[in-house]
Nanobody, 119 residues
Framework: QVELVESGGGLVQAGGSLRLSCANS????????MGWYRQTSGNQRELVAD??????NYADSVKGRFTISRDNAKNMAYLQMNSLKPEDTAVYYC??????????????WGRGTPVTVSA
């Protein structure tokens, strides 16, 4: 199964920062959009940020605090999270829209990395 690998989650105090990383699988080609969703227990996943080319998109709740970036040479994506709030606590999932050999165009996910922000 093709999947991405996230890292960088953890426990941080309110006002602190974390940087999430997402490593692409070499089995995914022609990746267009990448991004991050987050999910809390009992709720649906919500889009946090995504990036396609030079364009970025952010949820209103994270604008001005989070920055998404991508390093195509390293096949990586990042989410810099500053001024974290307790309501940012969630499991963060990276995704990539791309082609997988034998399967066509897919939205590929990682397994998630937990972020906990204490008050």
């Amino acid at each position: 199964q093709v999947e991405l690998v996230e890292s960088g989650g953890g426990l941080v105090q309110a006002g602190g920062s974390l940087r999430l990383s997402c490593a692409n699988s070499e089995r995914i080609f022609h990746i267009s959009k990448m991004g991050w969703y987050r999910q809390t227990s009992g709720n649906q996943r919500e889009l946090v940020a995504d990036i396609i080319g030079d364009g970025t998109n952010y949820a209103d709740s994270v604008k001005g605090r989070f920055t998404i970036s991508r390093d195509n040479a390293k096949n990586m994506a990042y989410l810099q999270m500053n001024s974290l709030k307790p309501e940012d606590t969630a499991v963060y999932y990276c995704f990539a829209d791309g082609y997988v050999a034998g399967q066509g165009l897919l939205k590929v996910w990682g397994r998630g990395t937990p972020v906990t922000v204490s008050a």
